[in-house]
């Protein structure tokens, strides 16, 4: 909404706004570019426009949303998922998410679930027995040593200090 209000403000008309995407009803020239770029970087936005930074950055939303949206309910393996919603070959997401990021998507997608653990920990609604079946871990035990491998902290010391430990999710 703010994308698509400040877009608006500035004189642009969105017609269709999601996660990572905008589409205008109009071309855009290099200087109105710029100027979207400028106003939307006051917000913490980042305007992307060539096709690599747009894939990495849908390569993020799908991870995001699948995650965070849909209580990681993964049919698949990540990367027949990625692969079929992008249509593009696992391999060539991959090598390219890597080169651009400095991460695989696999530890990308880690540090996704293990924010959302540690929501969930806060919010203190579910066993960890139940955050680890509705995230898709095998056991509460895996589920634990990555928490504590990319926290440093275990999950039930996690959720005793409660403090501020959450990331948002662009800082992921």
Same mark, same amino acid.
Request: charge should be positive.
């Given at each position: 909404?703010?994308v698509?209000?400040?877009?608006?403000?500035i004189?642009?008309?969105?017609?269709?706004?999601?996660?990572?995407?905008?589409?205008?009803?109009?071309?855009?020239?290099a200087?109105?570019?710029?100027?979207?770029?400028?106003?939307?970087?006051?917000?913490g936005?980042?305007?992307i426009?060539?096709?690599?930074?747009?894939?990495?950055?849908?390569?993020?939303?799908s991870i995001?949303?699948?995650v965070?949206?849909?209580?990681?309910?993964l049919?698949?393996?990540?990367?027949?998922?990625l692969?079929?919603?992008?249509s593009h070959?696992y391999?060539?997401l991959?090598k390219?998410?890597?080169? @651009?990021?400095g991460?695989t998507?696999?530890?990308?997608?880690?540090?996704?679930k293990?924010?959302?653990?540690?929501?969930l920990? @806060?919010?203190?609604?579910l066993s960890?027995?139940?955050?680890?079946?509705?995230?898709?871990?095998?056991?509460v035990?895996?589920?634990?040593n990555q928490f504590?491998? @990319?926290?440093?902290?275990?999950p039930?010391h996690?959720?005793?200090?409660?403090?501020?430990k959450?990331?948002?999710l662009?800082?992921?």
């Amino acid at each position: 909404m703010v994308v698509k209000n400040e877009l608006e403000k500035i004189g642009f008309e969105p017609f269709n706004v999601r996660l990572g995407e905008v589409e205008l009803s109009q071309e855009l020239s290099a200087s109105d570019k710029d100027r979207i770029n400028k106003h939307l970087q006051t917000f913490g936005f980042k305007f992307i426009d060539d096709k690599r930074s747009r894939l990495i950055g849908q390569i993020k939303s799908s991870i995001i949303e699948l995650v965070h949206q849909q209580n990681s309910k993964l049919k698949t393996n990540l990367s027949e998922f990625l692969s079929s919603k992008l249509s593009h070959d696992y391999t060539y997401l991959s090598k390219l998410f890597s080169e @651009v990021e400095g991460t695989t998507i696999e530890k990308y997608f880690i540090a996704q679930k293990i924010e959302k653990v540690k929501e969930l920990l @806060v919010y203190d609604e579910l066993s960890l027995s139940q955050i680890a079946f509705q995230l898709n871990y095998s056991s509460v035990a895996h589920l634990s040593n990555q928490f504590k491998k @990319v926290t440093g902290l275990t999950p039930s010391h996690f959720k005793n200090i409660k403090s501020d430990k959450r990331k948002p999710l662009d800082e992921v």
